[in-house]
T-cell receptor, first 111, second 112 residues
């Protein structure tokens, strides 16, 4: 089946640790995106990549890093520099103007 | 700049119609979208409309676009309890690649 997978579904992190969230797609999409969702709020764009080996900062990139070494994969690292990382993280992929497909999300909690 | 706004909450009775509204500010929007998010899940694309269209209907869903007023609405006919979710509108802008700007979401509660 084609789709986007994110892992893990739940992630707990101690303060000061870096953690990496996985996002994989087998839809053959060129573009991939990371969003952050806080309770009662919409989605805010962290990073996006429109092609392999290239990525751009979104609206709230500080404290995050990404890589895009393969078309299928776009991992997000939440670094210790991110002051308030507890949130729901959504990955998406897309092709053209008209649709982004979303993964099921990873809920990150900082202990 | 881009800004997409929605009301926070809507409550309807099962079988009634629901109308969720959205306003946007960027007049160069290319496509406008409605996504549905169930608790603890990702977003599911429900429908989208190209900016040169006024209306799009897809089974129980009707999207109306008033480009002059920059107003988008989603009507769900015969609303069911399974329609309870958060609904996001989003816009893509021609000069911004494939990026979307999302509204804050409207929580729809359907009472039996």
């Amino acid at each position: 089946d084609g789709g986007i997978t994110q892992s893990p579904k739940y992630l707990f992190r101690k303060e000061g640790q870096n953690v990496t969230l996985s996002c994989e797609q087998n839809l053959n999409h060129d573009a991939m995106y990371w969003y952050r969702q806080d309770p009662g709020q919409g989605l805010r764009l962290i990073y996006y990549s429109q092609i392999v080996n290239d990525f751009q900062k979104g609206d709230i990139a500080e404290g995050y890093s990404v890589s895009r070494e393969k078309k299928e994969s776009f991992p997000l690292t939440v670094t210790s520099a991110q002051k308030n990382p507890t949130a729901f993280y959504l990955c998406a992929s897309g092709r053209g103007w008209y649709e982004q497909f979303f993964g099921p999300g990873t809920r990150l909690t900082v202990l | 700049g881009e800004d997409v706004e929605q009301s926070l909450f809507l409550s309807v009775r099962e079988g009634d119609s629901s109308v969720i509204n959205c306003t946007y500010t960027d007049s160069s929007s290319t496509y406008l979208y409605w996504y549905k998010q169930e608790p603890g899940a990702g977003l599911q694309l429900l429908t989208y409309i190209f900016s040169n269209m006024d209306m799009k209907q897809d089974q129980r869903l009707t999207v109306l676009l008033n480009k002059k007023d920059k107003h988008l609405s989603l009507r769900i006919a015969d609303t069911q309890t399974g329609d309870s979710a958060i609904y996001f509108c989003a816009e893509s802008v021609n000069n911004a690649g494939n990026m979307l700007t999302f509204g804050g979401g409207t929580r729809l509660m359907v009472k039996p």
